[in-house]
């Protein structure tokens, strides 16, 4: 039998293993077993390119009350046959790229996450279906760029701003309502919606990024709330100058006491109003 000095020995050696071996603990919370990564739920942080590439996680799932504060950037990058992924009430931060080529259909954003990262959900090819936090107030470049089967995206009217080319090659998206509060929208935010239908602009006047719409091809009906025209960085326009004919087939809809502005404004005098 140990004496009680050396037990009192083994505990304070254990102590310090605790305090200055924190990812000791750590290793044992995440487990791979028959294609389930689970995480456990001291985990706070899981750490960029955590699980890079790993072709073999197939599912992620949480233990009950999950402590997970933040994802890091492309901690799931190139997770292909990544398929079911619950995130936990208590994330608040995700890292530029983190679900990058991964393979869900659908993805609920918590409600403590204000913004979406660069390139979050880049080049999912399987991604149909997005929630986003009621209180998100940024989406990133690139955020869904590339997500050709994303059909609908409800973008909450708490978002402030859209990055360059966040939902570019969106093919399958048809309608897009942004919030009329909005205050900045980037370059190539929307382009190659090849689906894209019908797009209801902010209604402030604040600069335009160029050719938001380049290569929606099937765009008939853009409403701009806006009593001012809206301005185009650099002096652009909606669409590539080699898709002038989408002009005449696209309906601009503005406020009856604006009409005449419209027409003589740069870029928007292309429509037939």
Sequence with gaps: MQSKQTKQVTRFFIILIVIFNPFLILAEQWIVKDSVLTIGRYVKCIPSYQFSDRTDIREVKFE????????????????????????????????????????????????GVKAIPKAMCSWNKDLRSVKLPSRLADIGSHAFAYCERLQAIDIPSSVMHIGSNAFSRCRTIKEVKLPPGMKELESYAFSDCESLETAVMPSNANLLGELIFSGCVNLRNLTVMSTIPPPFD????????????????????????????????????????
């Design 64 to 111: 009950n009350r999950s402590n997970l504060k933040s994802i890091g950037e492309y901690a799931f990058l190139g997770c292909s046959n990544l398929k079911e992924i619950e995130l936990p009430n208590t994330l608040s931060s995700l890292g530029e790229g983190c679900f990058r080529e991964c393979g869900f259909e659908e993805l609920s954003i918590p409600d």
């Design 234 to 273: 650099c002096n652009s326009f909606i669409f590539e100058p080699d898709e002038t004919i989408l002009y005449s087939k696209c309906k601009l809809h503005v406020p009856g006491q604006s009409i005449a502005k419209y027409r003589r404004a740069p870029g928007w005098k292309l429509f037939n109003l």
